[in-house]
């Protein structure tokens, strides 16, 4: 199994920067994707940023530029910096991994993709 908890999180004005970090635990020799997703209240849990287990990385949309995930191997952490946030960017934020290799690291996109989550990290940017 593997354990997965966030931090990081905070309010902080439109414009202003956060790195959240997700720190894993128990078998996380055997993980090949993890992912970064947030959810707002009465919306959807969509995926922010994906993460192959090589370091490779696939941003959404709407944080291309702004936003840059990094996983350290050597101290089991994923890392998630935000910069420029924007008040949608308001949303409790989240870490996931999934150790199943078929289909591919990128074709991990929602949230029934991901077997580990953690509980979360609240982000709140206002203007």
């Known amino acids: 199994q593997v354990q997965l908890m966030e931090s990081g999180g905070g309010s902080v004005q439109a414009g202003g920067s956060l790195r959240l970090n997700c720190v894993a635990s128990g078998y996380t020799f055997s993980t090949y994707c993890m992912g970064w997703f947030r959810q707002a209240p009465g919306k959807e849990r969509v995926r922010v940023a994906t993460?192959?287990?090589?370091?490779?990385?696939d941003y959404t949309g709407s944080v291309a530029g702004r936003f840059s995930a990094s996983l350290d191997k050597a101290k089991n952490t994923l890392y998630l910096q935000m910069n420029n946030l924007k008040p949608e960017d308001t949303a409790m934020y989240y870490c996931?991994?999934?150790?199943?290799?078929?289909?591919?690291?990128?074709?991990?996109?929602?949230?029934?993709?991901?077997?580990?989550w953690g509980q979360g990290t609240q982000v709140t940017v206002s203007s």
């Open positions: 993460i192959g287990h090589w370091g490779g990385t």
């Open positions: 996931a991994a999934d150790f199943r290799i078929a289909g591919g690291c990128w074709s991990r996109v929602t949230q029934t993709d991901f077997t580990y």
